[in-house]
């Protein structure tokens, strides 16, 4: 297996799987032809429990292919079906870091805008007042940490909106740190960018227990610093 599987898993149990996505990783197949996060999970499988033929592995959502952090895959049908309503019903609070190098106006707001979508280059454009097309996209943040020149924000989604959080940071001149595509200058080496979806909240769909996951940052001198950063100020 390419990819070191197990090292990624959050958690597993008989009918969820769930992982911290590299940066680079498609979480489903597109057009480059590189193996996609469900297709790693369902090889894992495979040789874990030895499953002959086809293995059941069901993409709950998923995050932008140079995003890291968590995603939630079913094990079960069952438990794919009711993720997806858990999903369509909004009964799961996602919390995801990015870091910015412009300060927001304000200390955290909500943002609500309305969102265009150009599926041709693959990007989504926000406007102030409702158009043609558009879909309303609303998200809450607040300012973590700053060090030097760059803002660490938790970014709570409402909605869930191809590239909202990126084109909304942008639309607010906030782009995310190597994010060429909403407006940064420079790209990241690995083209990454440094949004994270860092935590998960919701009720496990057949064991009826909260379930709270939080993902590790990737191993990046800049996302390291405000990790320890943030640990160093709950410990005080």
Not at 12 to 30: A, C, F, R, T, Y
Not at 89 to 108: C, F, H
Not at 139 to 162: A, H, M
């Amino acid at each position: 297996m390419p990819v070191d599987f197990p090292s990624i898993i959050l958690f597993e149990d008989n009918h969820l799987l769930i992982v911290n996505k590299p940066s680079g990783m498609p979480s489903q197949g597109d057009n480059t032809g590189d193996t996609p996060l469900v297709d790693f999970a369902k090889l894992y499988i495979k040789q874990k429990y030895n499953k002959p033929g086809d293995v059941f592995c069901g993409l709950i959502h998923r995050i932008d292919r140079p995003v890291s952090g968590i995603v939630i895959l079913a094990k079960t049908s069952k438990a794919l079906a009711r993720m997806n309503e858990i999903f369509k019903e909004r009964q799961v609070t996602k919390t995801y870091w990015a870091v910015v190098k412009t300060k927001p106006a304000q200390e955290s707001a909500t943002l609500i805008h309305w969102l265009w979508r150009n599926t041709k280059i693959n990007v989504t454009r926000a406007f102030d007042n409702e158009r043609k097309d558009t879909q309303r996209a609303e998200l809450n943040y607040q300012i973590l940490n700053i060090d030097g020149g760059s803002v660490l924000l938790e970014v709570k989604p409402v909605t869930g909106r191809t590239h909202q959080i990126r084109s909304q940071l942008s639309f607010i001149k906030c782009p995310i740190v190597g994010d060429v595509k909403y407006g940064f200058p420079d790209p990241n080496p690995d083209r990454s960018i440094h949004l994270h979806a860092r935590t998960i909240r919701f009720m496990h769909p057949v064991k009826a227990e909260e379930m709270e996951v939080t993902a590790p940052v990737p191993n990046d001198s800049l996302w390291l610093k405000f990790e320890n950063k943030m640990k160093t100020s709950l410990t005080r």
